[in-house]
Protein backbone atom coordinates (compact mmCIF):
# COMPACT_ATOMS: atom_id res chain seq x y z
CA UNK A 1 0.00 0.00 0.00
CA UNK A 2 1.73 3.14 -1.26
CA UNK A 3 1.60 6.12 1.64
CA UNK A 4 -0.40 8.21 -0.36
CA UNK A 5 -3.11 5.24 -0.64
CA UNK A 6 -3.00 5.28 3.36
CA UNK A 7 -3.31 8.77 3.41
CA UNK A 8 -6.30 8.93 1.44
CA UNK A 9 -7.66 5.90 2.80
CA UNK A 10 -8.08 7.21 6.10
CA UNK A 11 -9.38 10.60 5.56
CA UNK A 12 -12.10 8.51 3.47
CA UNK A 13 -12.66 6.51 6.88
CA UNK A 14 -12.39 9.90 9.58
CA UNK A 15 -15.25 11.77 7.49
CA UNK A 16 -17.29 8.62 7.52
CA UNK A 17 -17.38 8.81 10.77
CA UNK A 18 -17.66 12.08 11.66
CA UNK A 19 -20.84 11.86 9.38
CA UNK A 20 -22.02 8.79 11.35
CA UNK A 21 -21.78 11.05 14.65
CA UNK A 22 -23.92 13.94 13.52
CA UNK A 23 -27.31 11.95 14.44
CA UNK A 24 -28.64 13.65 17.73
CA UNK A 25 -27.94 10.70 20.28
CA UNK A 26 -28.90 10.70 23.90
CA UNK A 27 -26.13 12.19 26.26
CA UNK A 28 -27.64 12.19 29.51
CA UNK A 29 -30.55 12.32 31.50
CA UNK A 30 -31.83 13.44 34.65
CA UNK A 31 -32.83 11.17 36.61
CA UNK A 32 -29.79 9.03 34.90
CA UNK A 33 -30.70 6.36 32.82
CA UNK A 34 -31.30 2.88 34.84
CA UNK A 35 -31.26 5.02 38.15
CA UNK A 36 -33.23 5.13 41.45
CA UNK A 37 -34.41 8.56 42.88
CA UNK A 38 -35.66 9.03 46.23
CA UNK A 39 -38.43 11.42 45.50
CA UNK A 40 -40.56 12.60 42.23
CA UNK A 41 -38.10 14.58 39.87
CA UNK A 42 -41.32 16.74 38.22
CA UNK A 43 -39.84 16.46 35.42
CA UNK A 44 -37.56 14.22 33.04
CA UNK A 45 -34.89 15.82 31.47
CA UNK A 46 -33.56 14.39 28.34
CA UNK A 47 -29.53 16.26 26.64
CA UNK A 48 -29.17 15.41 23.50
CA UNK A 49 -25.70 16.02 21.28
CA UNK A 50 -27.28 18.19 18.74
CA UNK A 51 -29.84 21.05 18.67
CA UNK A 52 -32.87 19.47 18.20
CA UNK A 53 -36.42 20.49 15.68
CA UNK A 54 -39.31 21.30 18.60
CA UNK A 55 -41.59 20.41 16.18
CA UNK A 56 -40.64 17.34 15.43
CA UNK A 57 -39.16 15.88 19.04
CA UNK A 58 -41.04 14.27 21.42
CA UNK A 59 -41.62 12.00 24.44
CA UNK A 60 -43.15 9.96 26.89
CA UNK A 61 -43.11 8.51 29.97
CA UNK A 62 -45.07 5.48 31.50
CA UNK A 63 -45.94 3.50 34.75
CA UNK A 64 -44.84 -0.20 34.22
CA UNK A 65 -48.59 -0.81 33.60
CA UNK A 66 -48.55 1.51 30.71
CA UNK A 67 -50.48 4.16 31.54
CA UNK A 68 -48.95 7.69 30.59
CA UNK A 69 -47.82 10.13 33.36
CA UNK A 70 -45.95 12.73 31.19
CA UNK A 71 -48.19 16.24 31.17
CA UNK A 72 -46.13 17.94 28.16
CA UNK A 73 -42.82 18.72 26.46
CA UNK A 74 -40.67 21.23 25.91
CA UNK A 75 -37.68 21.41 23.72
CA UNK A 76 -35.21 24.06 23.66
CA UNK A 77 -31.64 23.83 21.91
CA UNK A 78 -30.51 20.31 22.34
CA UNK A 79 -32.48 19.86 26.12
CA UNK A 80 -36.09 17.83 26.00
CA UNK A 81 -38.49 18.01 29.17
CA UNK A 82 -41.06 16.25 29.99
CA UNK A 83 -43.51 17.23 32.86
CA UNK A 84 -44.68 14.62 35.48
CA UNK A 85 -45.92 16.02 38.25
CA UNK A 86 -45.93 13.78 41.38
CA UNK A 87 -44.33 10.00 40.51
CA UNK A 88 -45.74 7.45 42.96
CA UNK A 89 -42.62 5.06 43.87
CA UNK A 90 -42.44 2.44 41.08
CA UNK A 91 -40.64 1.91 37.63
CA UNK A 92 -40.79 3.60 34.65
CA UNK A 93 -40.13 3.87 30.92
CA UNK A 94 -39.00 6.78 28.62
CA UNK A 95 -39.60 6.47 25.00
CA UNK A 96 -38.17 9.50 22.87
CA UNK A 97 -37.98 10.29 19.17
CA UNK A 98 -35.87 13.27 17.88
CA UNK A 99 -34.96 14.99 14.74
CA UNK A 100 -31.75 16.85 14.74
CA UNK A 101 -31.48 20.16 13.44
CA UNK A 102 -29.17 18.64 10.40
CA UNK A 103 -32.66 16.51 9.46
CA UNK A 104 -31.13 13.61 11.19
CA UNK A 105 -33.86 11.28 13.05
CA UNK A 106 -33.06 9.48 16.42
CA UNK A 107 -35.14 7.44 19.01
CA UNK A 108 -34.44 5.00 22.08
CA UNK A 109 -35.97 4.74 25.36
CA UNK A 110 -34.92 3.71 29.33
CA UNK A 111 -36.14 3.31 32.61
CA UNK A 112 -35.53 5.29 35.57
CA UNK A 113 -37.14 4.20 39.14
CA UNK A 114 -38.66 6.40 41.96
CA UNK A 115 -37.63 4.99 45.25
CA UNK A 116 -40.13 4.03 48.57
Same mark, same amino acid.
Request: hydrophobic share 40%.
Given at each position: ?? *?? @?????TAVLLAAATA? !?????? !??????? #????????? &????? @??????? &??? #??? /?? *???GARVDQGKSVS?? /????? /?????????? /???????? !??? *??? #???? @???? *?
Amino acid at each position: MT *KL @FAIALTAVLLAAATAA !DAHAQL !DHSVPAV #GSTVAASPG &KVMLY @FTERLEP &KFS #GGE /VR *KASGARVDQGKSVSGN /VMSLS /VGSLSPGTYG /VTWHVLSV !DTH *KTQ #GSFS @FSVG *K
